[in-house]
């Protein structure tokens, strides 16, 4: 069974674009949370969509953004993207709620 | 605010050694408590989790255990290896908590010296 899928593995930007971040969950898992991890803070929640509807969401400016499709596949997007945006984004997913297994992230870096 | 600590900040040991990480957490009851490897360059992977009401969980060479009372979790490892280089970190779920509900510690970075 295939595991947690994220794409790109990395990527770098300049400061004021915007960027897009994929996460394809484990077949028949519904749920996908998004945490962003940086060495000062940690993992940081994000969102979390199950049933292509926002279930939940962390403390973030509106900059950062998601959805989920019908097929349980789920974007990120960040506008306007700041030096501290420069971190590992991190998608989990579950059948229901609890996250259970995390991908391997998208490392984006800010120039 | 809900917290997790966790210590040491880095460790380094010799293979073949034995180790202990802690987890001290401000807030309780939760659902369950986790703790995690990170590779360098990949995603978290489970190590155990762990109810409310259990004091102890292994998988392998990994033990966890947990204190209620003190409110600490340790995740002790046996005989170690190289593989175990890594980062370990500990999250606790939050009762009736989703996604959401996940707070993480900041890692025990570890390493294994031949």
């Known amino acids: 069974k295939a595991g947690v899928t994220q794409t790109p593995r990395y990527l770098i930007k300049t400061r004021g674009q915007q960027v897009t971040l994929s996460c394809s969950p484990i077949?028949?898992?519904?749920?996908v949370s998004w945490y962003q991890q940086t060495p000062g803070q940690g993992l940081q929640f994000l969102f979390e969509?199950?049933?292509?509807?926002?279930?939940n969401k962390g403390n973030f400016p509106g900059r950062f953004s998601g959805r989920q499709f019908s097929n349980s596949r789920s974007e990120m997007n960040v506008s306007t993207l700041e030096l501290g945006d420069s971190a590992l984004y991190l998608c989990?997913?579950?059948?229901?709620?609890?996250?259970?297994?995390f991908g391997d992230g998208t490392r984006l870096s800010i120039l | 605010k809900n917290q997790v600590e966790q210590s040491p900040q880095s460790l380094i040991i010799l293979e073949g050694k034995n180790c202990t990480l802690q987890c001290n957490y401000t807030v309780s009851p939760f659902s369950n408590l986790r703790w995690y490897k990170q590779d360098t360059g990949r995603g978290p992977v489970s190590l155990t989790i762990m109810t409310f009401s259990e004091n102890t969980k292994s998988n392998g060479r990994y033990t966890a255990t947990l204190d209620a009372d003190t409110k600490q979790s340790s995740l002790h490892i046996t005989a170690s290896q190289l593989s175990d280089s890594a980062s370990y970190i500990c999250a606790l779920m939050y009762s009736g908590g989703g996604a959401d509900g996940l707070t993480f510690g900041k890692g025990t970075h570890l390493i294994i010296q031949p």
């Open positions: 989990a997913s579950s059948p229901q709620g609890q996250p259970q297994h």
């Open positions: 077949s028949g898992h519904r749920s």
């Open positions: 969509y199950f049933s292509e509807t926002q279930r």
